[in-house]
């Protein structure tokens, strides 16, 4: 079956600018987290989704992010008046129950100039 | 203090030995942990999962989980070169959120 599907895989996009990353978990799969990872660092946990609510944003670093799953499937992160530090690979990945272990998409790597 | 403590490496081992990679964590709470391998410029898969004391073994691979010191550890046998990667450890504390160790990479020499 289809795993973990990100969207776009690269982005890059200007200082100030507002982007959209999308997520496509895996069929079924009710837990749905967001991450960044920064080169020579592991995964650096930011949201995660129980069904169609966030059940923990403790993760956001900031008011400029925020991420929404209207239909308990698709993910969106979304990133306002983005900063050069926002540079990072962000990934995705799903379980099926909030405790199971999880499955993680390709990655978006975004580039802020 | 971070929740999952790795050592960096880099740890080397020839093709064939036993590497062995340790994590250590915080939250005594944690219940489940996990180790997964990540190929430089891919994403991370899992090789393993582990809840309860003692070792779990899969293949070439075992995970050891010792609650009362709070660490747990991956040993791979026989070693291949196709096994060079960064294997990160993580942990589920009671809420649910995953805490990842910056990740050990391991160099596997043919």
């Known amino acids: 079956g289809a795993g973990v599907s990100q969207t776009p895989s690269n982005k890059v996009t200007e200082k100030g600018k507002y982007v959209e990353l999308r997520c496509d978990p895996i069929?079924?799969?009710?837990?749905l987290y967001w991450y960044r990872q920064s080169l020579g660092q592991g995964p650096e946990f930011l949201i995660y989704?129980?069904?169609?609510?966030?059940?923990?944003d403790s993760g956001l670093p900031n008011d400029r992010f925020f991420a929404v799953r209207p239909e308990g499937s698709v993910s969106t992160l979304k990133i306002q008046r983005t900063e050069r530090g926002d540079s990072a690979v962000y990934l995705c990945?799903?379980?099926?129950?909030?405790?199971?272990?999880?499955?993680f998409g390709p990655g978006t790597r975004l580039t802020v100039l | 203090q971070k929740e999952v403590e790795q050592n960096s490496g880099p740890l080397s081992v020839p093709e064939g030995a036993i590497a062995s990679l340790n994590c250590t964590y915080s939250?005594?709470?944690?219940?489940?942990f996990f180790w997964y391998r990540q190929y430089s410029g891919k994403s991370p898969e899992l090789i393993m999962f582990?809840?309860?004391?003692g070792d779990k073994e899969d293949g070439r691979f075992t995970a050891q989980l010792n609650k009362a010191s709070q660490y747990v550890s991956l040993l791979i046998r026989d070693s291949q070169p196709s096994d060079s990667a960064t294997y990160l450890c993580?942990?589920?504390?009671?809420?649910?959120?995953?805490?990842f160790g910056t990740g050990t990479s391991l160099t596997v020499i043919p």
């Open positions: 993580a942990g589920m504390n009671t809420g649910n959120q995953f805490y």
């Open positions: 990945a799903s379980s099926l129950l909030a405790a199971n272990e999880q499955f």
């Open positions: 069929s079924g799969h009710t837990a």
């Open positions: 989704f129980q069904g169609t609510g966030a059940a923990d």
């Open positions: 582990i809840y309860s004391n």
């Open positions: 939250d005594r709470g944690s219940q489940s």
